[in-house]
């Protein structure tokens, strides 16, 4: 079983589970995000089973509703193919640290494509 797969699996166990303090994967990808019709890239910082930090180019207000796409390109974590995830959530924190900004998401729904 490849990398993603076992992350994959592991968040699914999570979420059903009911996971209040989830465990928090470190792991870099580009991702876009669509909020308010505006579109904004960044790189993911980590994931858990209900949620993501994303370090975007431009601020996203609190309370935002999100589209994201997170790129996983050929060879990353542990895969010869390239694959993407696609979701919906919301930005429930956003801050600034070191001149970089941060958005923690809650993640509603994901798909792999």
């Known amino acids: 079983m490849s990398d993603l797969t076992n992350i994959g699996l592991e968040l699914q166990r999570e979420l059903s589970n009911g996971a209040r303090s989830a465990i928090r994967y470190p792991v870099r990808l580009p991702v876009r995000i669509i909020s308010d019709g505006q579109e904004s890239t960044g790189e993911s910082e980590n994931f858990s089973s209900s949620g993501a ?3 975007m180019s431009t601020p996203l207000p609190a309370g935002s509703a999100i589209q994201f ?3 996983i390109p050929a060879g990353s974590l542990g895969s010869d193919q390239t694959a993407a995830i696609h979701g ?3 930005v429930i924190r956003s801050y600034q640290e070191n001149g970089q900004n941060y958005a923690a998401i809650v993640i509603h729904e994901y798909q792999f494509q």
């Open 53 to 55: 930090l994303f370090r």
């Open 69 to 71: 796409l997170l790129e």
């Open 88 to 90: 919906e959530g919301q």
